[in-house]
């Protein structure tokens, strides 16, 4: 699964460190069509975001604690208009009560917006 299927929540864990509840969008696609691309991130984005406001999530992983986190992870990073759309995404996710972070690569470390 990937940032192609919008429909779908591709991860959803529990953090070994904190206990909160981890899903992870995977992308793996470069930006060369960045309005096509941005375009997928919203649609998977908000597939995320009504998983856990409809209470699927918690009925999912009921032990989870603190915020629920929303990890993109980018294989090809993203571009710097990127970074605006992700802030917005991180301020409508954190008035529900949801952390937005992003990572860049399997070994990068994931950075916490907003």
Not at 16 to 37: E, N, P, T
Not at 50 to 56: M, Q
Not at 84 to 105: N, P, Q, Y
Request: with cysteine; charged share 20%; glycine share 10%.
């Amino acid at each position: 699964m990937s940032v192609l299927d919008v429909d779908t929540v591709d991860v959803v864990g529990i953090e070994s460190s904190s206990g909160r509840a981890l899903l992870i969008v995977s992308d793996h696609l470069g930006w060369d069509a960045v309005d096509h691309h941005l375009l997928l991130l919203q649609q998977k984005l908000n597939t995320y975001l009504a998983f856990v406001a409809s209470g699927d999530l918690r009925a999912q992983r009921p032990h989870a604690v603190g915020e629920p986190v929303i990890r993109i992870e980018f294989e090809c990073g993203y571009p710097d208009g990127c970074r605006d759309f992700l802030l917005a995404v991180a301020s409508k996710a954190a008035a529900w009560g949801i952390t937005l972070e992003v990572r860049i690569g399997l070994t990068g470390e994931p950075v916490r917006l907003g």
